[in-house]
């Protein structure tokens, strides 16, 4: 065997021992981004969850308003003037006329009202929690992927150096008699199709990148995420834990709040039946200079009221609809408990079968990768076999690898997600 060929194959054997460790050295990076940080970025700018911090803040405000008694009413009036001289002091009974006028709500309506208002205020601070949760989840779920395609560039770059060089090895012992020429071609044509997965690596980077880029601004469009991740150990808890910890997610807590607000309405509902009430005090002025001498002036009191006199066909409706609507509210949060329960129970699975994936490729797949490349290369030195054998096993470890990734990323990707469903103190991990 020539010294080209034993170079060549001492090559071959350095990429399957550096692809069995995990060793393949990373593409340049021209900005390097931690999870960290990009959590951090996310959180720095984020108008939504801005918006729903306004609109809470605001109906704080409103139930402040809501819950205050109707501005009074205020009239002036001119009364019983004669029409043939309208004038002031000609008739006993012609005055002016000033009068205030209090409605008040009957039963609990202002305090309903403002239940009401803070219960929106809470599922509105409830719906902020879940859209920075959900945020975290996402700028994790993206630099994970961002990363995973990254590693994969790397291993495919790192490969087709080999393949140009077995296919120079092919063309030479062609020339020189030894092997076919569908070895020539067969390595060429492997060479070309891993060029082809760079430039669909690039597509699918250049995906990913502008996913980040929707979260963390235009650092997300340049991003080489780098860093170790970190994965919780409490990512797999007992039953009883992850029923306390899903019940206290946002997504449950919206529900809790929309809960409340039908509660209010019910409430409404209910004081529908009780009447409002109306104040009025009135002054009346009369000219002191009447034909009749010294007139006095008027004051009037007056108290008035509804008569819920036809509850069958208003108020009855009205709180059987509220309390419908209640139990719906109800039954939809316990089908979104379920869903959360759901959701974590399949994470869960996903994740146990994706750690067992893993250990099998490290015990199994890879090393046997790695044996059946080194047997190819013995056997085609040994002229056992032909060179499309080796590039076969030679791109069966790189797939190998490649796979591996795959899995190790997806396997974070769940964590990502088992700690978006059961998280206690999510934002305080990403140091909100």
């Not at 034993?6 to 021992?17: G, I, K, M």
């Not at 409430?267 to 002191?288: H, I, N, S, T």
Request: with cysteine.
């Amino acid at each position: 065997m020539s010294c080209d060929h034993r170079s060549r194959r001492a090559r071959l054997r350095v990429l399957v021992a550096l692809s069995v460790l995990g060793l393949l050295a990373p593409a340049l990076r021209a900005a390097p981004l931690t999870l960290p940080e990009a959590e951090r970025l996310a959180f720095a700018d984020d108008p939504g969850a801005d918006a729903l911090r306004a609109q809470a803040a605001a109906s704080r405000e409103q139930a402040v308003a809501d819950s205050q008694l109707p501005d009074p009413v205020v009239s002036i009036a001119a009364q019983n003037f004669p029409v043939d001289t309208f004038a002031f002091d000609q008739e006993p009974m012609t005055q002016l006329r000033f009068s205030v006028r209090q409605q008040i709500p009957g039963g609990d309506t202002l305090s309903r009202r403002r239940d009401l208002r803070e219960a929106e205020a809470g599922r509105l601070d409830a719906a902020t929690r879940l859209r920075r949760r959900e945020v975290l989840r996402t700028v994790r779920h993206a630099w994970l992927e961002l990363a995973g395609l990254l590693r994969e560039r790397a291993l495919i770059e790192e490969a087709i150096p080999l393949l140009e060089d077995l296919e120079g090895t092919a063309l030479a012992g062609y020339r020189q008699g030894q092997g076919a020429q569908q070895g020539v071609i067969r390595a060429r044509l492997e060479r070309e199709g891993l060029r082809d997965r760079l430039l669909d690596n690039a597509r699918a980077l250049d995906l990913a990148r502008a996913e980040l880029a929707r979260w963390i601004g235009p650092a997300g469009r340049q991003a080489e995420p780098e860093g170790a991740v970190a994965l919780p150990a409490d990512v797999l808890l007992s039953e009883t834990e992850t029923l306390r910890r899903v019940e206290r997610h946002p997504a449950i807590d919206i529900h809790s709040a929309r809960l409340r607000e039908e509660d209010a309405r019910v409430g409404l509902a209910r004081a529908q039946y009780r009447p409002d009430w109306g104040v009025e005090l009135a002054y009346g002025v009369r000219d002191q200079l009447s034909p009749l001498g010294d007139t006095p002036d008027f004051l009037s009191a007056a108290l008035s009221f509804e008569l819920p006199l036809f509850t069958q066909r208003r108020q009855d409706p009205g709180l059987a609809a509220a309390q419908k609507d209640r139990e719906a509210a109800r039954a939809f949060r316990v089908d979104a408990l379920r869903a959360l329960q759901r959701d974590w129970e399949r994470e869960r699975a996903r994740y146990r079968r994706l750690t067992e994936r893993e250990a099998l490729y490290r015990s199994e797949i890879m090393p046997q990768a790695a044996q059946a490349a080194e047997a190819a290369l013995r056997a085609y030195g040994a002229q056992a076999t032909d060179f499309s054998e080796v590039i076969r096993a030679a791109l069966a470890a790189l797939d190998a690898h490649v796979a591996l990734e795959r899995v190790r990323y997806e396997r974070w990707r769940t964590v990502a997600e088992l700690r978006y469903l059961t998280a206690d103190e999510i934002l305080a991990e990403a140091g909100t």
